[in-house]
């Protein structure tokens, strides 16, 4: 997951509001079954010592949250008095509404209730042109379009090799706006970060696009022969158009799991020093070391790692993080707070730039390498002479 969404949350000073809110219940849609959720989370925050403000944002935003608006859940961050931002959820949070009111917003449920989000960058290809759509956890846009040469771009039905010129110029045509379709591609992809490409239209003309595509862009595009670039090809709530959606889903899952196992391949490589080198991090004291560093490159979660829960100290840059208080003082802050590991260094992740990745327990042996006390860190270059202390 790439977390430049959240960068609204830690540019503006806490304290802050944070709930997470279940909608997944069909049963319990009622205005007065939402309204009382809204009542007692804010009840919660004020036990918490928010002030009156932010908890009536928050009651207004709660209060319009339902199935129909949210089929799962929602997470709300609020800051005095106003509500910074509200993502949808793709799992349900667990139990009653969840509020908590703290220096740094409690983003850690949100890796794992809003998903991995690998997006898909689908391309609806035809011989004059494609159009281009992102498709992610968070809602799908279309992102663009190009239009090659119009003409000529059919074959004449005859034979007679007095035509064989204009079949010539007919294929040049399409082999030239392949060209300009994976051109085009390219350019969408490095703009949107897209983590994969999905080429929907007839066999020949997603195959000519593909083979035309970057070699590192070619190992992450797929194809689908459902749907298409033509009007009504996909209409929403078409078999076609579910189709389609299945397709979509299983690229980003296929994706979202090999990539996963190849993150947990590295990681458990690269904390084994190496000619004493290590290249990745393990635990609060060796990740708050990298973060301060800017060395974390992707952060590892393992949602039930007791190291979640760990309390560091920090100050109002996302650097700014230690293990002592005392420590902040010589980093440039006079006021730290307290805070749990996970959002600091997920405020560390997002305001450099890395991924954050949720990874599934490891088990009593540790089999798939996930880091043992919930958090670790692939590093951007590695530590010489072995693991910080």
């Known amino acids: 997951m790439r977390l430049g969404f959240l960068n609204p949350l830690f540019e503006r000073p806490g304290p802050w509001a944070t709930v997470y809110v279940d ?3 069909p049963d319990q849609s009622s205005a007065e079954e939402h309204e009382r959720h809204a009542r007692e989370a804010c009840r919660r925050l004020e036990q918490q010592g928010a002030d009156a403000r932010t908890c009536r944002a928050v009651y207004e935003e709660l209060a319009t949250v339902t199935p129909a608006t949210e089929p799962v859940g929602r997470a709300v961050f609020a800051s005095r008095g106003e509500v910074v931002l509200d993502p949808s959820l793709t799992a349900p949070p667990q139990g009653a509404p969840h ?12 890796v794992e209730l809003a998903g991995d989000d690998p ?18 956890a968070r809602g799908d846009r279309a992102v663009g379009r190009v239009t090659g040469q119009q003409w000529p771009v059919h074959r004449t039905a005859t034979a007679d090799p007095s035509e064989r010129h204009f079949q010539l110029r007919t294929e040049n045509t399409w082999e030239h706006n392949a060209g300009l379709i994976a051109d085009e591609l390219r350019v969408r992809q490095e703009e949107t970060q897209a983590d994969l490409v999905l080429l929907v239209g007839d066999a020949r003309e997603r195959r000519a696009v593909h083979d035309r595509l970057p070699e590192q862009l070619r190992d992450r ?17 078409t078999h076609a158009a579910r189709l389609l959606d299945r397709d979509v889903d299983e690229v980003r899952a296929r994706h979202l799991h090999d990539h996963t196992g190849e993150v947990l391949e590295r990681f458990r490589a ?3 020093p190496a000619e004493g080198r290590v290249s990745a991090a ?9 973060a301060r560093e800017h060395r974390i490159g992707t952060l590892l979660i393992r949602p039930d790692g007791t190291d979640l829960y760990r309390d560091v100290w920090a100050g109002a840059e996302p650097d700014q993080v230690a293990m002592r208080r005392t420590d902040l ?3 440039g802050d006079a006021r730290p707070a307290a805070v749990r590991a996970d959002d600091a260094l997920i405020r560390s992740a997002a305001a450099t730039g890395a991924e954050v990745l949720t990874v599934p327990p490891g088990g009593a042996e540790d089999t798939n390498g996930a880091p043992v006390g919930g958090l670790g860190a692939l590093l951007r270059w590695p530590y010489e002479g072995g693991v910080p202390q």
């Open 282 to 290: 393990e635990g609060v004291p060796a990740l708050v070391d990298a």
């Open 23 to 25: 909608t997944s219940h």
């Open 270 to 272: 690269g904390r084994v």
């Open 221 to 237: 595009a797929a194809e689908t022969a459902h749907g298409g670039r033509a009007s009504g090809s996909a209409s929403p709530g």
């Open 99 to 110: 509020a908590c009111w703290s220096a740094l917003p409690h983003v850690g449920p949100l």
């Open 329 to 331: 003082q010589y980093l």
């Open 119 to 136: 997006s898909c960058l689908v391309a609806y290809i035809d011989r004059t042109g494609a159009d281009f759509e992102l498709r992610g």
